[in-house]
């Protein structure tokens, strides 16, 4: 038996019946596929998750890793993981097939990594990033470049980074410093880099950097950043191994959960000459990563998703095995397992709705992404577009945030025993608590939604989101199960449009109150999208159990979570636009010496 | 520089001038101190928490706890630790001075476990529960036994333990199976014990075990519990040790954090004979234990609020230090430190009311307990019994749930920094997230609030609750700076006093429903107690302020504080009531296989 747990009914109901996609074998670029190679693929992922990427875990645990001299050791199944997993396809799985890749939908990526990230979610952030930087150079590099660097990543031979962070430049990137000398064909690097994950291991024998760096003389600022190329050990161009360039692994961190996925101090061209290519135009290395950045903000929601969903469905398995007390109404002799206790069901409705509702979010979102990039040009495609902006922010931040929650909950299903590292939930509740502090906090992701997301295509972004969930209100109003909830639905969201017209002034007249509420106005749009979500499967469910005679668990649970969910959230939602809306300005006004 | 972190002038605001702790030297057991004395154990804690434990939790980073042939080695620097602490009058501060104690109230031992807990989590654990089993020898054993135990255990030269939980006997304790058959003056005493706390190591050269069991033919279920006091190594009549008893750790779990503390379990009897003393009344075991057990629930709410208050205090910090980023209005040239950012501010004034608030309620409940203890027999005696009671659940839960929601924050406020081990917070976050597990899970809590505490003495617990709020609303619903405050508090604690008779209904009618909100409502108290403390905080700074010319930046935060956690906790706490008071049967009609 695996750690991993999911329930693939559930996975099916939301690709298949809520969001039929099997519809974006219709798009041009997916036309040799169909619903069976879909669907096979899913099953697959599942498969190689639990059955490659589970075990790792606790092999992690007995070996951890070591930093010597520089060198990053890995258990060695790690390194056997990461070449298979390169090999059986899953690392391209959406690439480019002229590059090796598998060219399937996008969306696919995130219905695989909720299998990898929740079977390891350490080892998985490899072959992840490794993508996203081979996707980067294959969206902006030269041709020798993608010719010299991508199939060598998709098919897992080489792996990739993302390199961002400096000691004095977080979330603010203008700051950084790390610098690019020109020299002839290339540029010297020279500066340090620290948070970098897989920055240093011996899973592969070249580490592929992507690093944001300042051409001697650029523009202070983000306008002056560029972003390069940096192998580990050098390439010649006809793709073989030269030597070693100056990368210089420092240290690692030692951190609260991922014990098995090492974050490295990189230093570039601190003692000898480090070599970097440019990959696209010169100063608009940030523009160019945020492929990488959105990528990796929409993984963290996947993380959050996909341990919050094995953490249910780990708790739901204690409490169905575990005896314990009576029960309270006296329905049974003798003690009862404890998924019999109305505080323990309590516990798991709220997980089964908010992992199955973040679930629904995420691959929406997925699949919206899909139809932006692949539908010709015309207002769908900028719809799409729209869509998927606005839903950046709120995915990155509700779902890691809310995947911690899960994760907290599931433990305290098993009492003491949640605790204890005999059960994956402990780990899961480390790992996961990163999601809401990398690839720009959630505190971040609240002003890029209230603030640049109001703004992009004048407005267009909220407006598109919005003609989601008024349109759904329209067309179920009168629902004969679920109206009640729908009028809530409605209402809310549009206390939550003026709320947001009203930010949107705000963020102008008074910025410091504005950037005093973003975050409670981003969990408001949150919990809107969560209620619409399961709102719908239950509209799709409801519908179902009425020409079965509602004689379906399955369809049952799907109208109870939604239910339970909007009567019991959506007051805190409006709670939520009220602490937006409120005039008060202690948080703006109290003296730094009264904290 | 310490990694715990505490505020004196908030401590003593509320010791002082918020409760009048002083007033406690009236009380006749305590004729002989006065205000001054007691101070002076207050910053002689702090003193000795931050010298002596603070440094221990890094040690035991770098010595994790060995097992080997059922002995625990703990770093030698927590023996040395365990006797300066028991030498120096901590353990024993509030024990009987005929047995070594110090004699201070009770009280007194809330204020020094929270400098000592928030200094060393892992290692305070060991003499608090040596407190607590020597006062439970103390008030329910024979002279013999008392003079045998008590001296030594407060003094710190043996330790003590609380040995309740077998691997099928957690919540509910009523199916215990360990066993004591009568011997002469003694018992023999069989079975196994899980999750022992300090129950086994090498700090002491004894360890005396506070055993649950069964007397041979007592009655099933918990009438038949009976309260043994059980040495790791016998002891002759005389003080001196004889030989081993057969008390045997067979294991100590690996856990999410408190790496340092051993959870051990044991096994009585297993191979040879384990002798054990009866302590107190045959069949009374449960019910003497409880005096521990309410104990050690109240130090979990105590944990939580000490551990809140120093990642606080670390973000702080942090925040203060941290350059990056521009002024988002512009207030300033270049970059700036954190703490001018409003999401950051909108963290740190949360955790400051949070912080701040549950220490108030702490405090106020330890300080009801010394007159529910020292004042003598009548109605004012009962009234603080009642108190007492009332608020044992909603502290243990409400202030565990929330510590770990603070720490979480505070994690924030540190970007990625915060899940490194540089800095505390990331311990703090695994070590408070025992305090919602164990002496009762926070779900235990809420039905031992809303069932039994509802109860007892004719409901005279809630009346006497409601009371205190009831007061201070009416005397305070003029007051010129908070009255908008007060009213809310008034009306939304009308909303909770009918809501809580429903429930009480509700309980005999429908038990399942009932079981199915007891959680929200607990925490609708707790956010009621929290808007009561603060706001009795801001009326006594405004008051303060208005005399002082409103120049006092930490009277200010008291009001802004107040005013906030007031404007935007309430309309949630409302929300809270909402979902008690709802018809809706999801939880307990959602069938086992929709789950």
Known sequence: MTDFKIDTRDVFYILKEQLNYAALCDLAPFADLNEKTLDLMVNEAIHFAKGVLDPLNRIAEETPLAFTNGEVRCPAEFKEAFWQYGNDGWTAAVGDPAYGGQGFPLMMRIVINEMMYGACQAFNSAPSLTF??????????????????????????????MCLTEPAAGSNLGALETMAYPEGDHFRIKGSKIFISWGEHDLTENIIHLVLARIDGAPAGTAGISLFVVPKIRVNTDGTLSGPNDVACTGIEHKCGLHAAPTAALTFGGRDDCIGYLCGEKNKGLAHMFQMMNGARINSAVSGMTMAGSAYRNALAYVQDR????????????????????????????????????????????FWEDLSKGLPPGPEKIRYQNLIDFMTPILKAYCSDTGFRVCETAMQCLGGYGYCRDYPIERYLRDVKIMSLYEGTNGIQSMDLMGRKMLIRDGGCLKAFQE?????????????VLKNQVAQLASTAGELWSCAMEMRTQMKTDPLQWASTTYPALLAFGDLTMAWRLLDMAVIASDRAAKNGRKNDFFKGKVYQATWFVDTTLPHTIARIGTCLRQGREIVDIPDNAF
Request: proline share 2%.
């Open 323 to 366: 005896v314990q007390g009576r029960d309270i109404a006296g329905r049974s002799e003798g003690d009862v397992t404890i998924i019999h206790h109305p505080d323990v069901r309590r516990m798991l409705l709220w997980m089964k709705a908010t992992a199955d509702g973040m679930r629904s979010m995420v691959y929406t979102a997925a």
């Open 132 to 161: 996203g930087a081979a996707r980067l150079i294959h969206s902006f590099g030269s041709e020798s470049l993608k010719q010299l660097f991508v199939s060598k990543m998709f098919s897992g031979t080489w792996s990739g980074t």
């Open 468 to 480: 989601e969930i008024d349109g759904f209100c329209a067309t179920h109003r009168n629902h004969p």
